[in-house]
């Protein structure tokens, strides 16, 4: 069996063409244009590259994006300072702080400074215990992202048996949540899980947030299973030249693009959704805001 790719591409484009109607719909009909802030902290490249990327689709979806590069020594009480500004800016409506922050800033506390109702990325408290207890919330981009794909290629998830390697904040738990609320059966699997290929071979729905590259093998995935591959992982590609790197996911992918039903591809995969998914939830936010039906 050869399984179907899972276009992330195509789906994030559908998503941000979606938003960018809305966005239009928006300013016509009631006059307003939503502003994402996002707010970098230090040089990571990685996280440059992840913020221009932001701020260049934000624009182009017709939303206002409002950016704030501060030097890695900004001290906590100023990046605090600036989100309590971000918080009351009528102009703002979402608010997404980059993450790694350096060292000496406590992640925890500036995520908690973020109003709820600008929480773009899901990670408030308030958010995360809405989406616990089953309320509507703010949803973390990524595993929203990955239940769009889930949706698309599966329709109805109602009584699959889901499960969730990886149990982080920002991807697993969330996933989870996410899965059951969809009425899934859901297994989350981490480093102390027993036994975790036969764990896997269990999955109609398999979603790997690992952090490890190629960590899942083929033969843990269930003959004609759905595989979500979150990770992103860059490896050494010798066989493209010295130095040369790749990205690669969490998945053995060649091994079980031959045993699943349908896979996503790293890259072109889940990464494409996560900043569609992104301006998906400002816009939503902009219209909780502002007592406006949030488009579905
Ligand atoms: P974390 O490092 O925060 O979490 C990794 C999880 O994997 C932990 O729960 C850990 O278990 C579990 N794990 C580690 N080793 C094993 C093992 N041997 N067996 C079973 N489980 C294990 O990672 P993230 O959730 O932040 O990210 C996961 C992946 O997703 C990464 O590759 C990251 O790059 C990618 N990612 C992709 C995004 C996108 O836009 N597509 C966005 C965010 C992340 P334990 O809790 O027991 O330690």
Redesign the pocket.
Known sequence: MTAQIIDGKAQAEALRAAVAGEVARLKADHGFVPGLAVVLVGEDPASKVYVSSKAKQTVEVGMNSIEHKLDVATTEADLLALIGKLNADPAVDGILVQLPLPKHIDSAKVLEAIAPDKDVDGFHVVNVGKLATGQWSLVP??PY?SMILLRATLGKLAGKEAVV????????KPMAQLLLKANCTVTI?????QD?PAVCRRADILV?????PE?VKGDWVKPGATVID????RVPAPEKGEGKTKLV??VDYAAAAEVAGAITP?PG???P??IATLLGNTLIAACQRRGLAAPA
Not at 230 to 233: A, D, H, K, L, R
């Open positions: 981009c990524t992202g390697v990886g149990r982080s904040n920002i991807v697993g699997a981490h480093s102390r899980t975790l790997a947030a690992v952090g490890i960590f979150v990770g992103i992982n996911g969490d790293v995969g889940v990464g959704m996560t």
